[in-house]
């Protein structure tokens, strides 16, 4: 079986289809927040969205 046949198959799984969707949904969530952090800190002077420790 080739390389793109097996990539064909995995990614049909229903599982990794239900997977690949609530990390989509993440990724989407948390650059909503980003998005909504930066433009709180562009128009104010608060702290800032995140710390490094």
Known sequence: MSAE???SVVLAD???QQARA???AAETELGMELRACLQRSRTATTKPCW???
């Open 14 to 16: 229903p599982q990794v």
């Open 22 to 24: 609530q990390i989509e």
């Open 5 to 7: 046949r097996v990539a």
């Open 51 to 53: 710390t490094v420790t």
